[in-house]
């Protein structure tokens, strides 16, 4: 089951940009933290309205983002 739909963009709330579930928490402050080495299970300690599903849902948010056809014209 797909967790992406945790995720809002609005422009009152981070300047635009993508946060989970409109918290004031960005989508890309998990993946950071992800990426320096925290657990979920730590992440989800020092979030505490956060829930396991946030942190799949903004991983999967990342990876639909990566996949965009970039083409280059030389």
Avoid: W
Wanted: aromatic fraction near 2%; charged fraction near 25%.
């Amino acid at each position: 089951m797909s967790e992406i739909n945790r995720i809002s963009v609005d422009p009152a709330i981070c300047s635009g940009r993508p946060t989970i579930r409109g918290l004031r928490v960005r989508v890309k402050d998990i993946l950071e933290l992800l990426a320096s080495g925290a657990t979920p299970h730590e992440i989800l300690e020092d979030y505490p309205l956060l829930e396991p599903g946030d942190i799949t849902g903004a991983l999967e948010f990342a990876a639909r983002q990566s996949d965009h056809l970039i083409l280059r014209v030389a």
